[in-house]
């Protein structure tokens, strides 16, 4: 009898496989453990030690942050300028996403207006440039900010996740 994948088998997994080409963004997805607003304010910040949004005056270099969840899900601390401001912006890191995306919540906060949900735009992260696009507002993942492959590879990026300790870091190798 052949083993087929996890996401051909409809009766036995509760997970499943959402392939968003025009995203280029494949991820597994258990939707009884999506991260909202709420959670990035209250028990993701509290993992990481620094409050969701808040204003900061040192833009950081390195990524640090801790594995949230039932999941294990990396998520990461930045710091984001934009607009003359500066504030912590919590990430996922999603090696499966080949782009950054930044949601509606965090561009609101920096009193920016995107014209076209489309179009990418520029943004500084830990003192590096990067064009993101708007977290789309159909999906479940919403109100994530996702650090995507396509900022890791240009800024030569070494990406450290020790799951005994459920911490993780990314240095960057570009100077």
Do not use: W
Not at 25 to 37: G, H, R
Not at 83 to 109: D, M, P, R
Request: aromatic content about 10%; proline content about 3%; some cysteine.
């Amino acid at each position: 009898m052949l083993s087929l994948p996890y996401y051909f088998n409809t009766t036995a997994v509760r997970s499943f496989k959402i392939v968003l080409s025009d995203y280029g963004m494949p991820i597994d997805c258990i939707m009884e453990d999506t991260i909202k607003s709420e959670d990035l304010h209250n028990t993701i910040s509290k993992k990481l030690m620094v409050k969701y949004l808040s204003t900061t005056t040192q833009e950081l270099d390195k990524v640090e942050g801790k594995m949230v969840g039932d999941y294990q899900r990396p998520f990461g601390v930045m710091t984001m300028k934009m607009n003359g401001q500066l504030k912590n912006v919590h990430f996922l890191i999603a090696t499966g996403s080949a782009k950054t995306y930044i949601c509606k919540e965090v561009l609101n906060s920096f009193k920016f207006t995107i014209p076209n949900p489309n179009e990418t735009f520029a943004v500084r992260l830990n003192k590096r440039q990067i064009m993101a696009n708007v977290t789309p507002d159909d999906r479940y993942y919403k109100d994530l900010n996702i650090l995507g492959t396509d900022y890791l590879d240009l800024y030569k990026a070494e990406l450290l996740m020790r799951y005994l300790e459920l911490d993780l870091a990314i240095t960057f190798n570009d100077k």
